[in-house]
């Protein structure tokens, strides 16, 4: 009996340390697997950063780059991010990195729809007919890598340090990624245009002589909008906003944008295709879904080429939709 109650013991530790070293095997693979995740994070966020820096560098100063060679660079950058979102969705998360990767796809979608728009673009705003509306459909996508910056900063870092932290891993920690380069300048169109302005060869740049424009006024359905009095208006309609704009410089200006804003959201656009000097031309656009109670309505004439003084701009209204 006491030979068979060894040998029992002896079975019995003999299977501890299977299952131990079973689950120290286990543990390590899963350690290693998480490792090697971040590890693959890490790489393409770094190299992304220098994506980055090439793109807002060359747009910051794009030296004696002529428009072709400028366009050829920035498609270059926007096949690397191409390359980047497909080795972000190609990512096997191990366990407990299935919400870091989700929201590291979103950030690569939203950077990658970005440069994608912004090269397809890129030529237009180097040009003549449309560089205007061109050039600030690219200031809007810097808004989407803005997006993206905050996601990988507010999610996804945090997400997968965490998890290294609770797995016992350390030394592991992704780096920080943040795109869109010096703060918030290139969401200001304005500083986009003159940017490319100063591309060798591009007509984008403003004709010699002053530029600028003014608004004349707004109206809605026939009611003139005055800043610091509240118009009425009736609601149920499908109300429209006309803008007018006039030009106030020495030089015809092409492709001029004008934006609505309710309560500081969603900006709605519109163009005049052209304006004579000293002429005033509208443009009509729709407040789209229809606003109801007092709103504030910011309205902008965007910048042309050139333009240097721009407080005659804008114009913020009260409306009431009743």
Same mark, same amino acid.
């Given at each position: 009996?006491?030979?068979?109650?060894?040998?029992? /013991?002896?079975?019995?530790?003999?299977l501890?340390?299977?299952?131990?070293?079973?689950?120290?095997?286990?543990? *390590?693979? *899963?350690?290693?697997?998480?490792?090697?995740?971040?590890?693959?994070?890490?790489?393409?966020?770094?190299?992304?950063?220098?994506?980055?820096?090439?793109?807002?560098?060359?747009?910051?100063?794009?030296?004696?780059?002529?428009?072709?060679?400028?366009?050829?660079e920035?498609?270059?950058?926007?096949s690397?991010?191409?390359?980047? /979102?497909?080795r972000?969705?190609?990512?096997?998360?191990?366990?407990?990195?299935?919400?870091?990767?989700?929201?590291?796809?979103? /950030?690569?979608?939203?950077?990658?729809?970005?440069?994608?728009?912004?090269?397809?673009?890129?030529?237009?705003?180097l040009?003549?007919?449309?560089?205007?509306?061109?050039?600030?459909?690219?200031?809007?996508?810097?808004?989407?890598?803005?997006?993206?910056?905050?996601?990988?900063a507010?999610?996804?870092?945090?997400?997968?340090?965490?998890?290294?932290?609770?797995?016992?891993?350390?030394?592991?920690?992704?780096?920080?990624? +943040?795109?869109?380069?010096?703060?918030?300048?290139?969401?200001?169109?304005?500083?986009?245009?003159?940017?490319?302005g100063?591309?060798?060869?591009?007509?984008?740049?403003?004709?010699?002589?002053?530029?600028?424009?003014?608004?004349?006024?707004?109206?809605?359905?026939?009611?003139?909008l005055?800043?610091?009095?509240?118009?009425t208006?009736? *609601?149920?309609?499908?109300?429209?906003?006309?803008?007018? +704009?006039?030009?106030?410089?020495?030089?015809?200006?092409?492709?001029?944008?004008?934006?609505?804003?309710?309560?500081?959201?969603?900006?709605?656009?519109?163009?005049?295709?052209?304006?004579?000097?000293?002429?005033?031309?509208?443009?009509?656009?729709?407040?789209?879904p229809?606003?109801?109670?007092?709103?504030?309505l910011?309205v902008?004439?965007?910048? /042309?080429?050139?333009?240097?003084?721009?407080?005659?701009?804008? *114009?913020?209204?009260?409306?009431?939709?009743?």
């Amino acid at each position: 009996m006491l030979r068979r109650g060894l040998a029992l /013991v002896a079975a019995l530790v003999v299977l501890v340390l299977v299952v131990l070293g079973v689950k120290g095997c286990l543990d *390590a693979k *899963a350690r290693s697997e998480l490792s090697g995740y971040a590890n693959k994070v890490s790489q393409i966020a770094e190299e992304t950063q220098q994506t980055s820096k090439s793109f807002f560098g060359r747009l910051a100063n794009p030296g004696s780059l002529k428009v072709t060679e400028f366009v050829n660079e920035v498609n270059a950058d926007r096949s690397a991010m191409d390359n980047y /979102v497909t080795r972000v969705d190609s990512l096997s998360p191990p366990g407990g990195m299935g919400r870091a990767q989700s929201a590291l796809e979103m /950030v690569y979608e939203l950077r990658g729809s970005a440069m994608n728009e912004i090269a397809e673009k890129m030529g237009i705003a180097l040009g003549n007919v449309g560089a205007a509306r061109a050039t600030a459909l690219i200031a809007k996508q810097t808004q989407d890598l803005l997006a993206s910056d905050a996601l990988y900063a507010a999610v996804v870092r945090p997400e997968i340090d965490s998890v290294l932290e609770t797995n016992g891993i350390e030394g592991a920690n992704v780096p920080r990624s +943040v795109f869109l380069l010096d703060g918030t300048k290139w969401l200001d169109q304005a500083k986009v245009s003159a940017a490319l302005g100063s591309v060798n060869g591009s007509t984008a740049t403003a004709t010699p002589g002053i530029h600028g424009l003014g608004l004349e006024g707004a109206s809605i359905s026939g009611t003139e909008l005055a800043a610091g009095s509240t118009a009425t208006i009736a *609601a149920g309609t499908s109300p429209e906003v006309e803008v007018k +704009v006039q030009n106030q410089g020495e030089s015809t200006e092409n492709g001029v944008i004008v934006s609505v804003k309710v309560n500081g959201g969603h900006t709605l656009q519109g163009t005049i295709s052209s304006i004579g000097v000293r002429e005033t031309q509208s443009v009509t656009i729709p407040l789209t879904p229809a606003p109801r109670g007092q709103v504030s309505l910011e309205v902008e004439a965007h910048p /042309v080429p050139g333009e240097k003084v721009i407080s005659n701009n804008k *114009a913020s209204y009260s409306v009431d939709f009743e």
